[in-house]
């Protein structure tokens, strides 16, 4: 078994889940380029009060980029992303 550096992995996008532009952020446009590994964050970085949206958010991000219907091959990244 060959060995992987810790430096493949890269630097960690540590994102709160009460971003508008979630999957935008993560599989679209905005993507940043070479991205390996993102944090969704429902913790330190959303208020207590945010947290109904933020959960509302991941959900909705979930539901669309991991479902059966999701289509164009992205799926496995999508997954990389939350796992």
Do not use: H, I, W
């Amino acid at each position: 078994m060959s060995r992987v550096s810790a430096l493949a992995l890269g630097a960690t996008l540590y994102m709160p889940c009460t971003r508008e532009d979630l999957a935008d952020a993560l599989l679209g446009a905005k993507r940043v380029p070479g991205l390996r590994f993102t944090v969704l964050c429902l913790e330190d970085a959303v208020l207590e009060r945010d947290l109904p949206v933020a959960l509302t958010r991941l959900s909705a991000f979930l539901r669309s980029e991991l479902s059966p219907n999701f289509g164009d091959g992205q799926a496995g990244q999508a997954a990389a992303v939350v796992g």
